[in-house]
């Protein structure tokens, strides 16, 4: 069953809805039984019930979203009926504008979202251009000597750069680096904490005391006046709001500018890795992309820019957005109740056969040519839609082209092991390491 051609969302009609279809509790015990991971579950709930289905998981209800007019209603048309509840990643971000709501987080955003867009982005320009710059050295030197390295390590690299020039105006040093790994460290082990808070914190509490001496040390130069080599960067911006906004204290400071560390390298720096290893099983989507046009020129710009859409086809930077229904509401046709869990899934919605023909193929030519991917807003959405969608989905796009514009030219990594397969916490992400090396550029 499909609920893709039912009739659009109502304007919050009373009733009528249809019920939600129901997954059978036998099919939620067999993938307990089998020990599963959660996409998997998913997987089945979609392919037998369809795009908007329900299943119980645990004490609560949860109703999965995958169809595109569903994930538009919920995410874009009304997202003050499908709120963001308790984010799991507070412990790291604390306030910061990913977990904020409410009238926090509208004054949050709207300081932010000048930062990411228009004259904003060409500020960073050089920065990324700077960090892109460091990498392509870097590998040149790996050619050179036939070095082995991680290319996820490398991208996490690059990221962390590009990020941490945008907002301190000065260049990642090795210092920094070793101690905001850290950030990375508490990422990867959000999903595996206990559930208890105070439980939680003590268990990544060194981790977390590295990261707020990184954080303080940047805020107190900010504050100070210092701008690096590159000019003022992004934490300039948020130490002068605390002169007219009381609110903006150190520790909301500190929350923002950890929540842009996360936001702003971890899911690219996973994008590129995926992009690597995908462009290492089809090695002629380089070639027609380098062939696409001269260096700099926009049709070579396009190219990369697909390989780049096509890789968050398969990997979205949020593979699952969490959402808690605050009203009585009909998605798509059917009746969702208040208090209801949803868990909208660009995973899902990607690998959409009815969507996306031959899903599971790594095509970039899909956003090439006309009509090569679905017209409707809500079947790709890797960095969400609607006014919660990603502050950064531009300079993520931006950042991802500019280094490949550098690195693709020169360097095919050949990769001594690969990954048997993806984990999925808060990003979707290798299982494994990716260690390769590079042959020598030609003379």
């Not at 949860?62 to 169809?67: P, R």
């Not at 968050?312 to 009909?330: M, Q």
């Amino acid at each position: 069953m499909d609920t893709r051609t039912g009739p659009d969302s109502l304007p919050h009609p009373p009733g009528g809805g249809r019920p939600v279809p129901e997954a059978e509790p036998e099919l939620v015990r067999r993938w307990r039984a089998e020990s599963g991971e959660l996409v998997e579950l998913l997987t089945r709930v979609r392919a037998r019930y369809g795009g908007v289905a329900a299943f119980s998981h645990g004490p609560n209800r949860t109703v999965l979203v995958t169809d595109p007019q569903a994930v538009q209603h919920v995410l874009a048309h009304h997202p003050e009926r499908y709120v963001k509840r308790s984010h799991r990643a507070r412990l790291l971000i604390g306030d910061g504008v990913l977990a904020a709501t409410g009238t926090a987080w509208k004054r949050q955003r709207r300081l932010l979202q000048s930062q990411f867009t228009g004259t904003g982005m060409r500020r960073y320009e050089q920065r990324i251009t700077g960090a892109a710059r460091t990498t392509a050295t870097r590998w040149a030197g790996y050619a050179r000597t036939g070095q082995t390295f991680d290319v996820g390590e490398e991208m996490r690299r690059f990221a962390l750069d590009a990020i941490w020039r945008s907002l301190t105006g000065y260049p990642l040093d090795d210092g920094t680096e070793r101690e905001l790994a850290a950030v990375a460290a508490v990422a990867a082990a959000l999903p595996t904490l206990p559930a208890d808070v105070t439980d939680a914190q003590d268990a990544v509490a060194a981790d977390l005391v590295r990261i707020d001496a990184v954080a303080r040390h940047a805020v107190d130069a900010a504050r100070s006046g210092a701008a690096g080599p590159d000019g003022p960067g992004l934490l300039h911006v948020l130490t002068e709001a605390a002169a007219e906004h009381p609110e903006y204290t150190d520790r909301l400071i500190r929350d923002e500018l950890v929540t842009l560390l996360v936001a702003g390298h971890e899911t690219t720096a996973t994008t590129l890795t995926w992009l690597y290893l995908l462009l290492d099983r089809h090695p002629a989507t380089r070639e027609e992309a380098l062939a696409a046009g001269g260096e700099g020129s926009a049709q070579r710009r396009r190219a990369v820019q697909a390989l780049v859409h096509e890789t968050l086809r398969l990997y979205p930077s949020a593979w699952i957005l969490p959402r808690h229904a605050t009203e009585d509401d009909i998605v798509a046709g059917h009746t969702v109740e208040a208090g209801t869990d949803l868990l909208v899934c660009p995973y899902l919605t990607h690998r959409d056969g009815g969507l996306w023909p031959d899903p599971e193929r790594f095509d970039p030519g899909r956003f090439l040519v006309p009509d090569g991917r679905p017209a409707h807003p809500g079947a790709y959405f890797p960095f969400g839609i609607g006014p919660r969608a990603c502050l950064g989905l531009q300079f993520a796009l931006r950042e991802s082209t500019v280094l490949l514009e550098h690195l693709l030219p020169s360097h095919t990594p050949a990769f001594t092991t690969t990954p048997a397969g993806a984990a999925y916490g808060i990003t979707v992400r290798p299982a494994g390491p990716t260690p390769a090396t590079l042959p020598p550029a030609p003379a």
